[in-house]
């Protein structure tokens, strides 16, 4: 299989091994996919991606704050130039996440939590970025900050997707064209439609995202009484 091909599978392989285990809902759908790409390479094969992951989470725990998936992407040259694909360098992902918090500190201030989104997320750097700033001001983001995103390409969109989850950020990256089928509904609580994919990370199904959630819900249920 070509380079390409590898990645692709290496990349939904992880996303996969990681939503399974809180994400029952999307089980089935996902194991069904994982079988799939499971059957194309010999056992010997499969344990060289499980290499290969164990070196994204000694990467991200060595240095979280860079986008380790998205600068190896690049530096394989496997960007899609015919989608506009060039990601951001991280240092300005930094620069430009630094000038959004700093500006809405005192809003988080004021409030319980906050959502932050990228339109276009590619690997996620901007939202890694974000992580670590709010991180450096001595903000829990694993509990204050839901982080969502979205993109039109599904193996960037997953590979925001495992970064996130590894940094413990709660929130969804959906896999959607953000122009002609943006994502509806409460940050909380994302509507699926058509058309759309989402990848829960796994601090999303913490229980304070849970109680809000439920609290959200009960809040609807009231007003349209």
């Known amino acids: 299989y070509g380079r390409w091909e590898i990645w692709q599978d290496f990349i939904t392989l992880a996303a996969i091994a990681i939503s399974n285990t809180v994400d029952r809902s999307h089980a089935a759908e996902h194991e069904k ?15 060289k991606f499980s290499q290969m992951l164990q070196e994204v989470v000694i990467g991200m725990d060595f240095n979280p704050d860079q986008d380790f998936l998205g600068k190896l992407y690049m530096s394989l040259e496997l960007g899609n130039h015919w989608k506009g694909q060039f990601f951001t360098p991280y240092n300005v992902c930094e620069c430009m996440a630094s000038i959004t918090i700093n500006d809405n500190v005192q809003t ?14 590619g690997a996620g750097a901007t939202l890694v970025a974000a992580a670590n700033i709010f991180h450096r001001k001595k903000i829990n983001y694993q509990t204050r900050v839901l982080f969502t995103a979205n993109d039109i390409d599904r193996v960037v969109a997953q590979m925001c997707y495992i970064q996130l989850s590894l940094l413990g950020c709660a929130g969804w990256v959906a ?11 409460d940050p909380l609580m994302p509507v699926e439609k058509p058309g759309q994919e989402f990848w829960y990370t796994p601090f999303y199904f913490r229980g304070e995202w849970n109680c809000r959630r439920q609290i959200q819900i009960f809040k609807e249920m009231c007003g349209s009484w």
């Open 175 to 185: 896999v959607a064209n953000t122009i002609s089928n943006p994502v509806c509904g």
């Open 33 to 47: 996919t994982y079988m799939t790409i499971a059957g194309k390479y010999k056992p010997e094969e499969m344990l």
């Open 108 to 121: 988080l201030e004021k409030q319980e939590w906050i959502s932050v989104n990228d339109p276009a997320c």
